[in-house]
């Protein structure tokens, strides 16, 4: 199936021009004779909107102007629509950007601008955007870009997140072209990429040595819980050094043994090259991209054991193991605590029964083609539930997960690559009179025939080998540590490609004196400025101003007062010969809007991080600040459980041990419990309570 060019355009009033896309943008700059042509950001993208866009006739949220790009795909000829919306700063519910405050850029001016890049799901290419597009979690792309060139790569959902027409690379392959060719500055992700079940940045980081966006050049940004660039490095080259043969040997008294040890002689009988560590092995189980039918039709047919050079241990299909072995899957109610979702647990919970009730009624009628489409279970659980919103951040948690007594299982079928969604009964997980195949669970990974599923076996070491390690410990700590480095991100260099310009990187140096320490938070990334190649120095300063004017909310007024180490030159002294273009210029001025309430991108308020794990910044995990000295610390580090709620009160254990005698001080008044019960004098209410705050805090 594929949606025609007209189909695509039909409720358009005019016929827009059509890029191809997979060459769009073109890898020529926008103009040849402005300075916009090797320039910021800030320009590039108003140059881009003019040429290759066409403004909507409608806004959104916040009086948002949307301009849209059709891209037609070569090899299917449907047609994509790709938003650009226009975010003002000054008129938005959300001027600050959490985004920033996640991956270090807490103390960045905001920026007067945000550029969102969106491609809504499938279904809805045909309909305008509505309001609260922003929130939307389906977009198959939504990046985010500043008007500065710093930005957010927010979602990418392929084929894995329910597109039926897009992969994943695909839409990473335009997204990098379009931040190529924009010239943005840096780029962050969030990555939380998986596939059937497994964290690719773990996945890869093994295999590869760095994450699935790592092939486009992102690398590691920030880690949570005080992990540090080295701890990644070193996680990643520990765990793929693993030698197989130690592998092999570690899992002999395991009942996994024969599984592991027969993968493994598998893949290595049938590699060119000798594989001897787990980087080895899982590179080539991932190159591997399918069998030949032939190969799978004899499987599947006549399942015979497979005896390898080096093992001559033999394996069969055990259905009987199959159905004496019971998933073990996590409860909905567990994960919901886990979400940190703007939606109650009540209500995740009840869309869940009411998918839950949509597939039990279908699966009355006959499950086809393996399961039930994502785009179906949506539109059935729609009846019930009109927050659609609600709905998609249900669904996409969905996978191997028990709602009342039933497991709901998450699988793409082969045959029509799409998302599809499947229940099995508690107990009744290998129901042979099912017509769906039966979605293999990360968590056990029954006995089947090496190679007939390369995912499977990959699945099976993934889990066994990089989370479950029976005899090394140290083999939990790296995987955690990069299950724990999320935050990657992306430097384009700037490259000056015209003749007769010159180009430098201003930055701000605030002077202390003058301002105070309202500006303590850090240094400001610099702003390229492009002049003339004869500009003296007074229209450079002038083309500073205007860049930082034209930028941040707390420029508007900005006066360039002095260049730094520039000082013997005059305004009309020209700069070609005297300053090499592409250096760094510091400037100084006047007319910083120390009382806007457009600052920084982490907001005005000020906090202190200092957690016992190391971290000392916010990284977007979840905290609690002690009610005496306000210090933030995560959850985890100080005992309280995901599934926890946060205590009213809570002091940290520096001000518990500075404000209270150590506990065996307190005992040791009353050794024993009973002693209280010889007391002269009852116990008041307010010295009950003291007591039992001392046994909370202490």
């Not at 647990?345 to 399961?371: P, S, W």
């Not at 229940?423 to 997980?429: F, P, S, W």
């Amino acid at each position: 199936m594929h949606i025609p060019i007209l189909e695509a355009c039909g409720k358009r009033k005019r016929r827009q021009k059509i890029q191809p896309f997979h060459s769009f943008p073109p890898s020529h700059r926008l103009s040849t004779e402005s300075a916009a042509a090797a320039g910021p950001f800030r320009d590039n993208i108003r140059v881009f909107l003019q040429q290759y866009a066409d403004i909507e006739d409608y806004n959104v949220q916040w009086m948002m102007p949307i301009w849209c790009t059709l891209l037609q795909h070569e090899d299917n000829s449907f047609v994509v629509p790709l938003y650009t919306i226009e975010e003002d700063v000054k008129l938005s519910q959300q001027p600050t950007c959490d985004h920033c405050r996640c991956c270090g850029w807490a103390n960045y001016f905001v920026s007067k601008r945000k550029y969102h890049v969106i491609i809504p799901a499938d279904l809805d290419w045909n309909k305008p955007l509505e309001d609260g597009f922003l929130d939307v979690q389906t977009h198959l792309l939504h990046g985010l870009i500043h008007s500065n060139g710093f930005g957010h790569l927010i979602c990418i959902n392929g084929i894995e997140g329910g597109s039926k027409y897009l992969c994943g690379k695909e839409i990473m392959d335009l997204w990098d072209r379009l931040c190529t060719h924009l010239q943005t500055w840096k780029i962050t992700v969030e990555d939380l990429s998986q596939k059937q079940g497994m964290d690719l940045r773990l996945l890869h980081g093994v295999a590869y040595g760095h994450s699935w966006f790592g092939r486009w050049g992102y690398m590691f940004c920030r880690g949570s819980f005080g992990v540090a660039n080295h701890n990644y490095d070193s996680a990643i080259e520990f765990l793929g050094s693993l030698e197989l043969d130690k592998i092999i040997q570690d899992f002999s008294d395991t009942d996994q043994y024969k599984e592991i040890k027969q993968i493994i002689h598998y893949y290595r009988d049938r590699s060119e090259t000798h594989l001897l560590t787990t980087k080895d092995l899982f590179r080539f189980m991932l190159t591997v991209k399918s069998f030949t039918t032939s190969f799978k039709k004899q499987v599947l047919r006549n399942p015979k054991p497979v005896s390898s050079s080096k093992s001559q241990g033999r394996m069969t299909v055990d259905t009987k193991n199959l159905t004496k072995n019971k998933n073990k899957c996590q409860k909905f109610s567990s994960l919901v605590a886990d979400m940190g979702s703007r939606w109650p647990a009540r209500r995740l919970e009840y869309a869940a029964e009411v998918i839950v009730d949509a597939l039990r009624t279908k699966k009355a009628e006959g499950f086809e083609n393996g399961g039930m489409a994502r785009q179906d279970v949506r539109d059935a659980a729609r009846l019930h539930i009109g927050d659609t919103g609600l709905l998609d951040y249900v669904l996409k948690s969905l996978n191997n997960v028990i709602i009342g007594n039933y497991i709901v299982y998450r699988a793409v079928n082969p045959m029509t690559r799409i998302l599809e969604y499947s229940i099995r009964e508690l107990g009744n997980e290998t129901d042979p009179n099912s017509k769906v195949p039966a979605v293999q669970n990360p968590e056990h990974i029954s006995e089947l025939v090496p190679g007939a599923d390369v995912y499977r076996d990959v699945v099976c070491l993934y889990t066994n080998v990089l989370l479950n390690h029976p005899k090394i410990e140290l083999v939990e700590v790296a995987a955690q540590a990069i299950l724990d480095s999320k935050c990657f991100v992306k430097e384009w260099s700037f490259i000056g490609e015209a003749e007769r310009l010159l180009s430098f990187i201003c930055r701000l140096r605030p002077d202390f004196e003058d301002i105070g320490v309202q500006l303590n938070r850090g240094l400001q990334p610099g702003e390229l400025v492009i002049v003339p190649l004869h500009a003296n120095v007074s229209e450079l300063k002038q083309a500073v101003e205007n860049a930082f004017r034209d930028t941040y909310c707390i420029l508007e007024d900005f006066s360039v007062t002095e260049f730094v180490n520039m000082e013997e030159l005059e305004d009309e002294d020209k700069l070609y010969g005297k300053i090499e273009s592409s250096s760094e210029i510091w400037v100084r001025g006047i007319g910083i809007d120390l009382e806007s309430n457009f600052r920084y991108q982490g907001g005005t308020d000020s906090w202190i991080v200092r957690c016992e794990c190391g971290a000392q910044d916010d990284d977007g995990e979840r905290m609690v600040a002690c009610d005496i000295c306000e210090v933030w610390q995560h959850t985890d580090c100080v005992g309280i459980g995901d599934s926890e709620t946060v205590p009213p009160l809570f002091v940290c254990s520096v001000c518990c041990n500075s404000l209270m005698p150590p506990r065996y001080n307190c005992l040791s008044k009353c050794e024993m419990a009973d002693d209280l019960l010889l007391l002269d004098q009852p116990l008041s209410e307010c010295a009950l309570y003291d007591l039992q705050c001392i046994e909370d805090f202490c």
